[in-house]
């Protein structure tokens, strides 16, 4: 799926390393707890929602939580406003002036409606985390820029998303209340509100696996990947990200073997030898034929582990990593006979 992008603004930079923090439910209980007192809180005095989140808490982490966690419990994500939104920009595309009109009254759409019925789509989530954070004197960003999905998964995708980045403790960290807040059906047009720990305060290195900024200064990174390698990298889901999972190698999606030729598919984890490998399956598709299998496993140094396999013959083949019966990550491959891959 894909969230749009209402306007594209401009955004302080600000170059910096982010580092780990401790997260989980534990650490967060009491910020958890305040969020579950207050549901569907009247938007019309973000002040007093920021008060009443954040003035019994001690430190700009607890409370930043606090305001992340109700936002993402609070705040459905409006598939119908999305698709009208797509629909108006994709007709407006080759002409400006038109495409400028519609964002602009589009923003003040989505605002009204996020109001009242607490609805709203990417951009509405970023800018009501911004200023519940300026009442209690956070320092967050609006970042906008593109969102890999599967089905904006190309190097031609357009900007279609907006997140967040917020300094705590003099140090920024990256965020998405919006792909944190559920999981949207495109085929069934709903929402199925479900919190994701993986997209609070990420690790740059991960979070830049499925977003990247117009301003490339909020990927918080000293090497930064170019667009190319982001918009041709695999495609990660979110329990890759709630498991802290990272696809080392192959760096890109689309990828070919020679029949015969083993697949090598190497993920970095948080903690390799805690990794039950009975948990590790792949799954290959081709031509509607699903076939699930368990790969082979090594273990390597610096948490890497490496999963191996074969493909039954000749063709073209969707490959997805999963742990635990989620899915992780999705590559592509084409098998070829060794003649043909001599042509290319």
């Given at each position: 799926?894909?969230?749009?992008v209402?306007?594209l603004?401009?955004?302080?930079?600000?170059v910096?390393?982010?580092?780990?923090l401790?997260?989980?439910?534990?650490?967060?209980?009491?910020?958890?707890s305040i969020?579950a007192?207050y549901?569907?809180?009247?938007?019309?005095d973000?002040?007093?929602l920021?008060?009443?989140?954040?003035?019994?808490l001690?430190d700009?982490?607890?409370?930043f939580?606090?305001?992340y966690?109700?936002v993402?419990?609070?705040?459905?994500?409006?598939?119908h406003?999305f698709?009208?939104?797509e629909k108006?920009?994709?007709?407006?595309?080759d002409?400006?002036e038109?495409?400028s009109?519609?964002?602009?009254g589009f923003v003040k759409m989505?605002?009204?409606?996020?109001?009242?019925?607490?609805?709203?789509?990417?951009?509405g989530?970023?800018?009501?985390?911004?200023?519940?954070?300026?009442?209690?004197?956070i320092?967050c960003r609006?970042?906008h820029g593109?969102?890999?999905?599967?089905i904006?998964?190309s190097e031609?995708?357009?900007?279609?998303h907006?997140?967040?980045?917020?300094?705590?403790?003099?140090r920024?960290?990256?965020?998405?209340?919006t792909w944190s807040?559920?999981?949207?059906?495109?085929?069934e047009?709903?929402?199925?509100?479900?919190?994701?720990?993986?997209y609070f305060?990420t690790?740059?290195?991960?979070?830049?696996?499925n977003?990247?900024?117009?301003d490339?200064?909020?990927l918080?990174?000293?090497?930064?990947p170019?667009f190319?390698?982001f918009?041709k990298g695999?495609?990660l889901?979110?329990?890759?990200?709630n498991?802290?999972?990272v696809?080392?190698?192959p760096a890109?999606?689309?990828?070919e073997?020679?029949?015969g030729e083993?697949?090598?598919?190497?993920?970095?984890?948080?903690s390799?030898?805690?990794?039950?490998?009975?948990?590790?399956?792949?799954?290959?598709?081709?031509?509607?034929?699903?076939?699930?299998?368990?790969p082979?496993?090594?273990f390597?140094e610096?948490?890497?582990?490496?999963l191996?396999?074969d493909f039954?013959?000749?063709?073209?083949?969707?490959?997805?990593i999963?742990?635990a019966?989620?899915?992780?990550?999705?590559?592509?491959?084409k098998?070829?006979k060794?003649?043909?891959?001599?042509?290319?």
């Amino acid at each position: 799926m894909r969230f749009c992008v209402l306007a594209l603004m401009w955004c302080l930079a600000f170059v910096g390393q982010a580092q780990s923090l401790e997260r989980g439910s534990v650490k967060y209980q009491k910020a958890d707890s305040i969020a579950a007192l207050y549901p569907k809180y009247s938007l019309d005095d973000t002040r007093a929602l920021s008060l009443l989140l954040t003035s019994s808490l001690k430190d700009d982490e607890q409370k930043f939580r606090a305001i992340y966690k109700w936002v993402c419990l609070n705040i459905k994500n409006d598939v119908h406003l999305f698709l009208l939104n797509e629909k108006k920009r994709h007709r407006f595309k080759d002409k400006s002036e038109k495409l400028s009109q519609w964002n602009e009254g589009f923003v003040k759409m989505v605002f009204r409606k996020m109001k009242k019925n607490h609805s709203t789509v990417c951009t509405g989530y970023a800018y009501l985390l911004k200023e519940l954070c300026y009442h209690a004197g956070i320092t967050c960003r609006v970042v906008h820029g593109y969102g890999k999905t599967a089905i904006s998964n190309s190097e031609s995708m357009v900007p279609n998303h907006s997140w967040n980045a917020v300094m705590i403790n003099d140090r920024w960290y990256l965020c998405d209340a919006t792909w944190s807040s559920g999981i949207v059906n495109m085929a069934e047009h709903s929402f199925k509100p479900s919190f994701s720990e993986g997209y609070f305060l990420t690790s740059p290195d991960l979070f830049a696996k499925n977003h990247y900024p117009l301003d490339t200064a909020w990927l918080l990174m000293n090497d930064k990947p170019s667009f190319q390698d982001f918009a041709k990298g695999p495609l990660l889901y979110k329990d890759a990200f709630n498991m802290k999972i990272v696809p080392e190698s192959p760096a890109v999606f689309n990828n070919e073997l020679i029949q015969g030729e083993a697949f090598e598919v190497i993920l970095k984890m948080d903690s390799a030898k805690m990794i039950d490998k009975e948990l590790i399956m792949c799954q290959s598709i081709r031509n509607g034929s699903v076939n699930l299998f368990e790969p082979k496993i090594s273990f390597e140094e610096n948490d890497l582990v490496r999963l191996s396999g074969d493909f039954s013959s000749r063709g073209n083949y969707v490959l997805h990593i999963l742990y635990a019966g989620q899915y992780v990550a999705t590559y592509r491959y084409k098998v070829m006979k060794a003649d043909l891959a001599e042509k290319r």
